[in-house]
């Protein structure tokens, strides 16, 4: 019992994981529409092991929802040391392009916002960790 309330105080002390939008990859654009892709960053800030269970995100370009969604993992844990990348692929038509700014997608150069929040869990405690960040 000692062992759970000490696990519960460190896990509410700081958050023990942590997911930040990292990147922007792979902008494609054609004449029907295109892709990119988003990286997430995802790290503990401990030594208890960590799984992300569920993300939910949006997915924002110039101000317009792109995409969004909820994904559930069975083992995705996140690594001790190193972030642990996690892709999300894009694929936006042409009236998006447009609505978003055809100059901006067309420059291979996105103002993306990535909002959401990943479900995880630390031993069989729940967490959840909070994001929402502008890549450029």
Not at 68 to 84: A, C, F, M, N, Q
Not at 103 to 130: D, E, Y
Request: glycine fraction near 6%; proline fraction near 5%; charged fraction near 15%.
């Amino acid at each position: 019992m000692l062992a759970i309330a000490l696990t519960l105080s460190v896990a509410e002390a700081a958050p023990p994981v942590s997911v930040t939008p990292a990147s922007v990859n792979n902008v494609e654009f054609s004449l029907a529409g295109g892709s990119f892709d988003v990286v997430l960053h995802a790290q503990r800030s401990g030594w208890l092991p960590i799984k992300i269970r569920e993300l939910d995100y949006t997915i924002m370009v110039a101000g317009r929802e792109f995409a969004s969604d909820t994904v559930e993992y069975s083992s995705l844990w996140i690594g001790r040391k190193e972030p642990t990348s996690i892709p999300i692929h894009v694929q936006f038509t042409m009236a998006q392009a447009l609505g978003a700014g055809l100059s901006a997608i067309s420059g291979k150069k996105l103002r993306v916002r990535v909002k959401g929040s990943a479900q995880a869990s630390v031993l069989f405690f729940p967490v959840t960790a909070n994001f929402n960040r502008r890549i450029d």
